[in-house]
């Protein structure tokens, strides 16, 4: 695995008392956090604990009850479009059309993230020839091994050189293999410039984080680096740490 790359000082995310309410239910709970440019920020939480009603607030999908905040330099109360148009997005089910072909999937999500024909054309040749795709370019995508469909996935999700792209478990239900290599393309996003906003069940990616939030019934509970954790908590790995927070935790659903 790569060294971690340290990010820059540019603040990318920032959230200040996020909230996010469905009735008497409050699913996000006044959070409030930054994230830096070029960072790789893990967004943990067990199930229920609310982070993915607050992602889905970050990419502007959702709009908080109270609070605020910006990604990318926009706010996500009041420009939810201009949010979208800068951030790139991948989830554990790849986001990508199985009946279209490989090249068909690039072309589609680079008109919709707004590129030219000629950046789309220009830039799929270069991302079929670094992901060595070039006898792939006319597969359909459901003809593809596991692991090359999430390469593909990840590479379309930052095809447009977002500022953040958030990841929703976009490693779930593949090899351990597999996984690691996935997270040599988060490095090599992180080191470019592009932030990388994941959330993931398996503990040991959290070591791989530049910061790791833990969420705990709608409230962040900790954040700090994996190491800095491990020490506060005085736990072996990043499980003992999650284990420990995660008992905590009053409801199981959100």
Not at 41 to 55: D, E, H, I, Q, Y
Not at 239 to 250: C, E, H, M, Y
Request: overall charge neutral.
């Amino acid at each position: 695995m790569n060294e971690i790359i340290k990010p820059s000082v540019e603040k990318v995310i920032v959230t200040e008392n996020l909230t996010k309410k469905f009735g008497h239910f409050t699913a996000v709970d006044h959070i409030s956090f930054e994230v830096k440019r070029g960072e790789i920020f893990g967004f943990l939480g067990a199930n229920g604990a609310g982070k993915t009603t607050a992602m889905r607030m970050l990419c502007g999908l959702s709009k908080p009850t109270s609070g605020n905040g910006t990604v990318a330099g926009f706010d996500i109360l009041k420009q939810s479009e201009m949010v979208k148009k800068n951030i790139g997005y991948m989830s554990q089910k790849f986001s990508l059309y199985d009946d279209l072909k490989v090249w068909e999937n690039i072309e589609l999500f680079g008109g919709i993230y707004g590129m030219t024909d000629s950046e789309i054309k220009l830039k799929t040749d270069e991302l079929m020839a670094k992901l060595n795709f070039e006898n792939e370019r006319n597969s359909l995508v459901k003809s593809l091994p596991l692991g090359f469909k999430q390469k593909l996935a990840f590479s379309v999700s930052i095809f447009h050189t977002p500022k953040v792209v958030f990841l929703d478990e976009p490693t779930g239900g593949v090899d351990p293999i597999t996984r690691r290599k996935f997270w040599e393309l988060i490095y090599e996003a992180a080191a470019s410039g592009i932030t990388v906003f994941v959330t993931t069940h398996y503990m040991d990616e959290a070591e791989y984080c530049n910061r790791v939030s833990i969420m705990v019934d709608g409230r962040i509970e900790a954040l700090d680096s994996p190491a800095n954790l491990k020490e506060q908590y005085n736990a072996r790995n990043m499980d003992g740490v999650f284990q420990q927070l995660a008992r905590k935790a009053k409801r199981i659903d959100a």
